[in-house]
Each structure stands twice: as C-alpha cells, then as structure tokens.
C-alpha cells in the first residue's frame, strides 16, 4: 500500500500537533475481529512516533487506543482468506492484537513498517 501525498496530508490533519520534522506516517485501514461477536470490524490504524494509533475512521481526530511499539513482536498468521499479524508482548499485562487485511501484500508492507 502506497500513500500519496494527499494521504499524508490528511493524516497529519488528524493527528493534533503533527511535527512536520517527523518521517510521514504510514496509514491504512485494517480490521480487527471482534472479541464478543466474532466479526470483522474496520478500522484506521497510522503509525507514527513509535506507536500503532487505531482510530475508528479515516475523519477521526483522537486516537480510540494508542499501542507502544517498543518491545513487542509481530507474526504473520492466516484465518480463512484473510491476511493478518499478531502483535505481542512477552509480559502478561499485553493482551495480544490480532490485525487483518484481505491482501497479503498490505499485511506484509505494515508488518515491515513496524
């Protein structure tokens, strides 16, 4: 997934106080199963500063949850014919991400941006 410029400008427009010395941040919308219902729900994610930002959408101002990248770890998984990654810590306070995406290339271009 490759953002242009238009992209970028708007994810700065999201983000309050966007430092303009930081590299552009990489955006895109992801989903994330549902922990009670099961389903796949759609959401915004950005990277930026160190940390993976979920919004609920695109137009979103404030970030919904905000996930420290330092120390984690990332692993390609499968479910069905969706593409997706893990995120987790070796800590028990973490509880595991699960993030998908139904093109393997998009799944691959984030985990190599995190």
Request: charged residues 35%; without cysteine; aromatic residues 14%.
């Given at each position: 997934m490759t953002l242009t410029e238009e992209d970028?400008?708007?994810s700065r427009r999201q983000i309050k106080n966007f430092p303009?010395?930081?590299?552009?941040?990489?955006?895109?919308?992801?989903?994330?199963?549902?922990r009670q219902t099961s389903l796949f729900m759609s959401?915004?994610?950005?990277?930026?500063?160190?940390?993976?930002m979920q919004f609920g959408g695109k137009s979103d101002i404030q970030p919904k949850?905000?996930?420290?990248?330092?120390?984690l770890y990332f692993e390609k998984i499968q479910l069905g014919t969706m593409?997706?990654?893990n995120i987790y810590?070796?800590?028990?306070?973490?509880?595991?991400?699960?993030?998908?995406?139904?093109?393997?290339?998009?799944v691959d271009e984030w985990i190599k941006r995190l």
């Open positions: 970028v400008q708007e303009s010395d930081i590299a552009k941040p990489y955006a895109g919308e992801l989903s994330k199963k549902g959401r915004y994610y950005v990277i930026r500063d160190g940390a993976l949850h905000i996930i420290f990248l330092k120390g593409f997706g990654f810590h070796d800590g028990e306070s973490f509880r595991k991400r699960m993030l998908f995406h139904k093109d393997e290339k998009v």
